[in-house]
C-alpha cells in the first residue's frame, strides 16, 4: 500500500470538498462521486461514461468520456477522455490530453494542455504549458514560473512568469510579465495590442510577426521575498493543518465508530447546552487543575486534570469540525438523517478551515462549534463515570 499517495489523495480530496461546496447544491446533488481504490489511486476505464464527476487520489488516469464538469485532484492527474464541460484541477502534475468543451482551470506544480479547449484556460502553478496541439477558443491566463505557449488562442493571452516563451498565434490583446526572461518564437503572430513587462528585453525569434509587441522595463525580483516566503510557510501550514484534522477525524470514526455516531447525534440534539457546558467546562477545568497543583497535595491530580483538560477540549473540537461536516453534507445532498463517513470528515475540516480564515464572524463560529463539542465530550463523560457509580451490595448475615 503506497502511504504516499493515500497522504496526497486525503489532501485532494480535501481541496475537492471546497470546490463543491462553492458549487449550486442542484449541480452537487447530480453529481459522481469516485473515491481511491485501496493503493489510494484511480483509473476509469475509456468506455465508461461519467457526469460531473468529483475525484481524487494519488494518482488519476481519467480515460472515460464527461459528460458535464469534472472536479479532480492528486498528486499525479491525467485526463485522457473528453469533457463535455469543464475542467478543474488541483494536483501536484497534471495532463489535460483529452478535448476539453469548457474552461479549464488548474492549480498545480506542472499543468500540460494538449488538446482543444472550446473556453478559457487560467492556470497557476509551477511549470505550465500550453502545447502547440492545444487549441483555445477564448482567453487563457497563466501565473507561474516556467510558461510555454504554442497552441494558437482566440481570445487574450495574459502571462505573469520568471521564465516564459510564447511562440503562438494570439488574435487578442497580449499581456506578459517576465520577471526572468522572455521568448518570443518564430510563428508567434501578435495583435495591435500587445505589450511586455521585464527587466530586460525579449529574445525575439526571426520570422516573428510581433513587431506592435511594446517593452516596459521594470525592477529585477529579488530571491529575498519575504512576503512570498511568507505566503509559502503559511500555505504549508494550512495544507499540513488539513491534513492532520483529516486523519484524525478518520481515525475516530474508524476505531470508535459507534462513540462517536453517539457524540454527533447528541452535539446535534444538544447544541445550545453543550455549547454552555462546554464555555464553562474550558474555563473551570484549568482553573481547578491550576489550584490543586499550587495545594501540593494534589499536585498529581492537577497534572491528570489538566492532561484531561486538554485531551478532551482536543476531542472535542474535532467532534464538532466532524458535526459540521455531517450537517453541511446532509443539507447538501438533502439526506433526512446526519450521515458520518469519510466525505463528512473532510467536508467538515475544509469548510471549519475555511471559515476560520474569515476574521471575527469566522472565529466565532470555530468557537461555538469548540465549545459545543467539548460539552459534548464532558456529558459523555460524566454519563460513563455516573454509571460506574454501581452502590455497593448490601452484606448479608447468614448466621441465626
Do not use: C
Amino acid at each position: 500500500m503506497n502511504i504516499l499517495s493515500r497522504l496526497v489523495g486525503i489532501v485532494s480530496v480535501s481541496a475537492i470538498a471546497v470546490m463543491f461546496l462553492l458549487l449550486p447544491i442542484q449541480q452537487v446533488i447530480g453529481a459522481e462521486f469516485v473515491g481511491p481504490d485501496d493503493s489510494g489511486n484511480i483509473t476509469l476505464s475509456a468506455n465508461e461514461t461519467r457526469r460531473n464527476l468529483y475525484t481524487a487520489g494519488g494518482s488519476v488516469l481519467i480515460n472515460s468520456t464527461i459528460l458535464g464538469d469534472i472536479y479532480v485532484a492528486g498528486g499525479d492527474v491525467t485526463i485522457e477522455g473528453s469533457v463535455e464541460g469543464d475542467v478543474v484541477v488541483l494536483a501536484g502534475s497534471a495532463y489535460i490530453n483529452g478535448t476539453v468543451g469548457g474552461n479549464v482551470r488548474a492549480l498545480a506544480g506542472d499543468v500540460t494542455v494538449n488538446n482543444t479547449v472550446g473556453g478559457d484556460v487560467v492556470m497557476l502553478g509551477g511549470a505550465m504549458k500550453l502545447s502547440d496541439r492545444a487549441v483555445v477558443s477564448g482567453d487563457v491566463a497563466i501565473w507561474g514560473g516556467e510558461i510555454k505557449v504554442a497552441g494558437p488562442i482566440a481570445g487574450y493571452l495574459k502571462i505573469g512568469g520568471g521564465m516564459v516563451e510564447v511562440n503562438s498565434a494570439v488574435t487578442g490583446y497580449v499581456e506578459i510579465t517576465a520577471h526572468e526572461k522572455l521568448t518570443i518564437g518564430s510563428s508567434a503572430v501578435f495583435g495591435e495590442n500587445a505589450k511586455y513587462k521585464s527587466w530586460q528585453e525579449a529574445s525575439i525569434a526571426e520570422g516573428a510577426q510581433v513587431s506592435t509587441l511594446s517593452y516596459e522595463q521594470i525592477a529585477r525580483k529579488q530571491s529575498n521575498d519575504w512576503a512570498g516566503a511568507f505566503t509559502t510557510i503559511f500555505t504549508m501550514g494550512f495544507i499540513i493543518k488539513l491534513l492532520a484534522m483529516i486523519l484524525a477525524g478518520l481515525l475516530l470514526i474508524n476505531l470508535f465508530p459507534r462513540k462517536a455516531n453517539e457524540f454527533v447525534h447528541h452535539l446535534d440534539a444538544h447544541k445550545w447546552s453543550n455549547l454552555g457546558i462546554g464555555f464553562v467546562g474550558l474555563i473551570v477545568m484549568p482553573i481547578v487543575a491550576i489550584l490543586a497543583l499550587v495545594s501540593f497535595v494534589g499536585f498529581y491530580a492537577g497534572i491528570i486534570l489538566f492532561l484531561l483538560w486538554i485531551l478532551w477540549l482536543a476531542v472535542g473540537s474535532l467532534v464538532g469540525i466532524v458535526y459540521a461536516g455531517t450537517w453541511v453534507y446532509k443539507l447538501l445532498t438533502k439526506k433526512t438523517e446526519l450521515v458520518l463517513d469519510w466525505q463528512a470528515v473532510i467536508i467538515g475540516v475544509v469548510v471549519v478551515a475555511v471559515v476560520g480564515l474569515i476574521p471575527v464572524v469566522g472565529w466565532l463560529i470555530v468557537m461555538m462549534l469548540t465549545f459545543a463539542g467539548f460539552g459534548t465530550i464532558l456529558r459523555q463523560i460524566g454519563l460513563i463515570i455516573k454509571s460506574q457509580q454501581v452502590p455497593a451490595r448490601p452484606v448479608i448475615n447468614n448466621e441465626q
